[in-house]
């Protein structure tokens, strides 16, 4: 059964530095997203992306964040300069259909910001 | 503002029993909701979906009902086994998907 993949499966970095998350979403998908969940606490929608554009986006996706699809295959969140709490599990997802869809999440990457 | 209640946050149950799990929400009128399963450390993994218009749902051990009324959707295991044990998340669609805190649930041999 095809799978929603993410690299790295963990993430060590310093506070104020970039970081590139990847996910591969499912090849005949075409909503992509990320969501967000600090340990402990819910899963939290960040944005929503289809034909190359941010279709939604959450009040925590601010200018530190980013998204892109560099190519065909690769889906990927871009955290700019890292604060502490940006710590947390990071999940891509992708669905045929925007939300009214099933959506199938990777298996996430954690970030720890020190 | 939209709100998403998981009746608790943690639920034991013996196995063979059936678990009752359930989710409540305010200020929203979804046109549908769908339950998740979480493993520690994993992401949520889908389960049903159930439309507005459906009353009742099921998936082999599963069911979920929805009352747009009570503004409530029930999620039921039957013959629970300790393998049923993780969190159940309910999600609901607005201009995002949002989630639910959880009911994690543990199934006792």
């Known amino acids: 059964e095809p799978e929603v993949t993410q690299t790295p499966s963990h993430q060590v970095t310093q506070m104020g530095q970039e970081v590139i998350l990847r996910c591969v979403p499912i090849?005949?998908?075409?909503?992509f997203y990320w969501y967000r969940q600090i340990l402990g606490q819910k899963v939290e929608f960040l944005v929503s992306?289809?034909?190359?554009?941010?279709?939604?986006k959450s009040e925590i996706f601010d200018d530190q964040f980013s998204v892109e699809r560099p190519d065909g295959s690769n889906f990927t969140l871009k955290i700019r300069s890292t604060k502490l709490e940006d710590s947390a599990m990071y999940f891509c997802?992708?669905?045929?259909?925007?939300?009214?869809?099933?959506?199938?999440f990777g298996p996430g990457t954690r970030l720890t910001v020190l | 503002s939209q709100k998403i209640e998981q009746n608790s946050e943690a639920l034991n149950i013996q196995e063979g029993k059936t678990a009752t799990l359930t989710c409540n929400y305010t200020?929203?009128?979804?046109?549908?909701l769908q339950w998740y399963r979480q493993d520690p450390g994993r992401g949520p993994v889908f389960l049903l979906l159930?439309?507005?218009?459906?009353k009742e749902k099921r998936k082999e051990r599963l069911k979920v009902t929805f009352d747009t009324t009570l503004k409530q959707s029930l999620f039921h295991i039957t013959a629970s086994q300790p393998a049923d044990s993780a969190t159940y998340l309910c999600?609901?669609?607005?201009?995002?998907?949002?989630f639910g805190s959880g009911t994690q649930l543990t199934v006792l041999p």
């Open positions: 159930i439309r507005e218009n459906e």
């Open positions: 997802a992708s669905s045929g259909t925007l939300f009214t869809d099933t959506q199938y």
């Open positions: 992306f289809y034909n190359n554009e941010i279709s939604e």
């Open positions: 999600a609901l669609p607005s201009r995002q998907l949002t």
């Open positions: 090849s005949n998908h075409l909503y």
């Open positions: 200020n929203y009128s979804p046109a549908y």
